[in-house]
Protein backbone atom coordinates (compact mmCIF):
# COMPACT_ATOMS: atom_id res chain seq x y z
CA UNK A 1 0.00 0.00 0.00
CA UNK A 2 1.74 3.21 -0.86
CA UNK A 3 2.24 5.81 1.81
CA UNK A 4 -0.12 8.16 0.87
CA UNK A 5 -2.91 6.02 0.78
CA UNK A 6 -1.96 4.35 4.48
CA UNK A 7 -1.82 8.46 5.28
CA UNK A 8 -4.89 8.52 3.80
CA UNK A 9 -6.40 5.23 5.98
CA UNK A 10 -4.87 7.20 9.19
CA UNK A 11 -6.98 10.23 8.22
CA UNK A 12 -10.04 8.29 8.45
CA UNK A 13 -9.29 6.72 11.50
CA UNK A 14 -8.45 9.51 13.57
CA UNK A 15 -11.51 11.41 12.58
CA UNK A 16 -13.84 8.46 13.16
CA UNK A 17 -11.96 7.56 16.57
CA UNK A 18 -11.93 11.42 17.88
CA UNK A 19 -15.77 11.65 16.87
CA UNK A 20 -17.00 8.68 18.20
CA UNK A 21 -15.43 8.90 21.19
CA UNK A 22 -16.01 11.24 24.05
CA UNK A 23 -14.59 14.61 23.36
CA UNK A 24 -13.17 15.33 26.36
CA UNK A 25 -10.72 12.48 26.06
CA UNK A 26 -10.06 13.51 22.94
CA UNK A 27 -9.70 17.25 22.96
CA UNK A 28 -6.40 19.14 22.65
CA UNK A 29 -5.79 19.96 26.51
CA UNK A 30 -2.94 21.81 28.12
CA UNK A 31 -3.49 20.24 31.19
CA UNK A 32 -3.90 16.75 29.65
CA UNK A 33 -0.38 17.08 27.97
CA UNK A 34 1.58 17.42 31.36
CA UNK A 35 0.06 14.33 32.45
CA UNK A 36 1.58 12.48 29.69
CA UNK A 37 -1.52 12.34 27.37
CA UNK A 38 -0.06 12.71 24.37
CA UNK A 39 -1.95 10.59 22.24
CA UNK A 40 -3.66 14.24 22.35
CA UNK A 41 -1.67 15.80 19.77
CA UNK A 42 -3.15 14.38 17.33
CA UNK A 43 -6.69 13.58 18.36
CA UNK A 44 -7.61 17.03 19.07
CA UNK A 45 -7.13 18.32 15.90
CA UNK A 46 -10.04 15.84 14.64
CA UNK A 47 -12.01 15.67 17.78
CA UNK A 48 -15.36 18.56 17.59
CA UNK A 49 -17.42 20.97 19.86
CA UNK A 50 -20.96 19.22 18.06
CA UNK A 51 -22.02 17.37 15.20
CA UNK A 52 -22.47 20.75 13.60
CA UNK A 53 -19.40 22.16 14.16
CA UNK A 54 -17.47 18.81 12.38
CA UNK A 55 -20.28 18.91 9.40
CA UNK A 56 -18.86 22.43 8.94
CA UNK A 57 -15.16 21.31 9.00
CA UNK A 58 -15.88 18.62 6.49
CA UNK A 59 -17.93 20.62 4.17
CA UNK A 60 -14.78 23.35 3.89
CA UNK A 61 -12.58 20.06 3.18
CA UNK A 62 -15.51 18.91 0.18
CA UNK A 63 -15.28 22.50 -1.13
CA UNK A 64 -11.48 22.56 -1.30
CA UNK A 65 -11.48 19.32 -3.04
CA UNK A 66 -14.02 20.38 -5.52
CA UNK A 67 -11.73 23.37 -6.05
CA UNK A 68 -8.48 21.51 -5.96
CA UNK A 69 -9.34 17.96 -7.80
CA UNK A 70 -7.31 15.22 -7.00
CA UNK A 71 -4.08 17.00 -6.52
CA UNK A 72 -5.62 17.35 -2.66
CA UNK A 73 -5.36 13.75 -2.09
CA UNK A 74 -1.34 14.55 -0.98
CA UNK A 75 -2.41 17.33 0.86
CA UNK A 76 -5.01 15.76 2.91
CA UNK A 77 -2.69 12.35 3.20
CA UNK A 78 -0.35 14.98 5.35
CA UNK A 79 -2.85 15.77 7.61
CA UNK A 80 -1.83 13.08 10.10
CA UNK A 81 1.63 14.44 10.18
CA UNK A 82 0.61 18.15 10.47
CA UNK A 83 -1.76 17.09 13.31
CA UNK A 84 0.90 16.99 15.61
CA UNK A 85 3.05 20.03 14.57
CA UNK A 86 -0.23 22.38 14.58
CA UNK A 87 -0.71 20.74 18.53
CA UNK A 88 3.00 21.87 19.46
CA UNK A 89 2.50 25.46 17.76
CA UNK A 90 -0.40 25.79 19.99
CA UNK A 91 1.18 25.24 23.07
CA UNK A 92 3.83 27.68 21.72
CA UNK A 93 1.86 30.70 20.28
CA UNK A 94 -1.30 30.43 22.49
CA UNK A 95 -0.06 30.06 26.20
CA UNK A 96 -3.27 31.31 27.42
CA UNK A 97 -5.59 28.24 25.26
CA UNK A 98 -6.44 25.51 27.26
CA UNK A 99 -8.87 23.38 25.24
CA UNK A 100 -9.29 23.00 21.49
CA UNK A 101 -11.10 21.14 19.33
CA UNK A 102 -11.83 21.18 15.47
CA UNK A 103 -10.24 20.82 12.17
CA UNK A 104 -10.18 24.05 10.85
CA UNK A 105 -6.32 24.67 11.76
CA UNK A 106 -5.32 22.19 9.34
CA UNK A 107 -8.07 23.54 6.79
CA UNK A 108 -5.55 26.15 6.34
CA UNK A 109 -2.84 24.31 4.94
CA UNK A 110 -5.38 22.30 2.97
CA UNK A 111 -6.23 26.51 2.44
CA UNK A 112 -2.25 26.47 0.98
CA UNK A 113 -3.01 23.48 -1.37
CA UNK A 114 -5.80 25.14 -3.06
CA UNK A 115 -4.37 28.49 -3.49
CA UNK A 116 -1.35 26.74 -5.03
CA UNK A 117 -3.28 24.18 -7.20
CA UNK A 118 -7.19 25.20 -7.58
CA UNK A 119 -6.33 28.32 -9.80
CA UNK A 120 -7.80 31.23 -9.51
CA UNK A 121 -10.77 30.20 -7.66
CA UNK A 122 -8.25 28.63 -5.19
CA UNK A 123 -6.14 31.73 -5.21
CA UNK A 124 -9.29 33.80 -4.45
CA UNK A 125 -10.31 31.52 -1.16
CA UNK A 126 -6.72 32.00 -0.28
CA UNK A 127 -7.04 35.65 0.26
CA UNK A 128 -10.24 35.44 1.80
CA UNK A 129 -8.93 33.17 4.33
CA UNK A 130 -5.76 35.22 5.15
CA UNK A 131 -8.42 38.41 5.36
CA UNK A 132 -10.61 36.62 7.76
CA UNK A 133 -7.24 35.26 9.51
CA UNK A 134 -6.58 39.00 10.00
CA UNK A 135 -10.09 39.72 11.41
CA UNK A 136 -10.26 37.09 13.82
CA UNK A 137 -6.69 37.84 15.24
CA UNK A 138 -7.61 42.00 15.44
CA UNK A 139 -10.75 41.50 16.33
CA UNK A 140 -11.51 38.02 18.17
CA UNK A 141 -14.27 35.67 16.40
CA UNK A 142 -17.36 33.60 16.73
CA UNK A 143 -18.95 31.26 14.59
CA UNK A 144 -22.04 29.97 14.58
CA UNK A 145 -20.93 26.31 14.05
CA UNK A 146 -19.75 26.50 17.44
CA UNK A 147 -21.54 26.47 20.71
CA UNK A 148 -21.56 29.31 23.06
CA UNK A 149 -18.80 30.49 24.85
CA UNK A 150 -16.25 28.84 22.35
CA UNK A 151 -14.92 31.38 20.11
CA UNK A 152 -12.47 30.59 16.99
CA UNK A 153 -8.81 29.78 17.75
CA UNK A 154 -7.45 32.18 14.83
CA UNK A 155 -3.48 30.70 16.24
CA UNK A 156 -4.33 27.22 14.77
CA UNK A 157 -6.01 28.84 11.49
CA UNK A 158 -2.46 30.48 11.44
CA UNK A 159 -0.61 27.65 12.15
CA UNK A 160 -2.12 25.43 9.40
CA UNK A 161 -0.96 28.51 6.72
CA UNK A 162 1.90 28.05 8.17
CA UNK A 163 1.98 24.41 8.17
CA UNK A 164 0.56 24.33 4.48
CA UNK A 165 3.76 26.72 3.29
CA UNK A 166 6.27 24.09 4.90
CA UNK A 167 4.47 21.21 2.96
CA UNK A 168 4.37 23.04 0.27
CA UNK A 169 7.96 23.53 0.21
CA UNK A 170 8.33 19.76 1.19
CA UNK A 171 6.33 18.69 -2.04
CA UNK A 172 7.87 21.00 -4.41
CA UNK A 173 11.10 19.27 -2.96
CA UNK A 174 10.14 16.36 -3.46
CA UNK A 175 8.76 16.92 -6.42
CA UNK A 176 12.40 18.60 -8.13
CA UNK A 177 14.02 15.36 -6.40
CA UNK A 178 11.72 13.10 -8.81
CA UNK A 179 12.48 15.09 -11.75
CA UNK A 180 15.89 15.03 -11.71
CA UNK A 181 16.13 11.38 -10.52
CA UNK A 182 17.75 11.74 -7.35
Not at 116 to 139: H, P, Q, S, T, V
Request: charged letters at 10%; one cysteine or more; aromatic letters at 8%.
Amino acid sequence: MPVERMLLATLVVLLAAANLLPGEAMEWNREAFGEGQWWRLWTGQFCHWSALHLAGNLAAVGAIALITGRRIQRWLSALPLLAPLLSLFLLAAAPALTHYRGLSGLVGALIVGAALEGGAIGRLLGLAYLAKLGFDAMRGGSSPLLPEGISTTWQAHLGGILLGIATAAALRYRRAGRLSGS
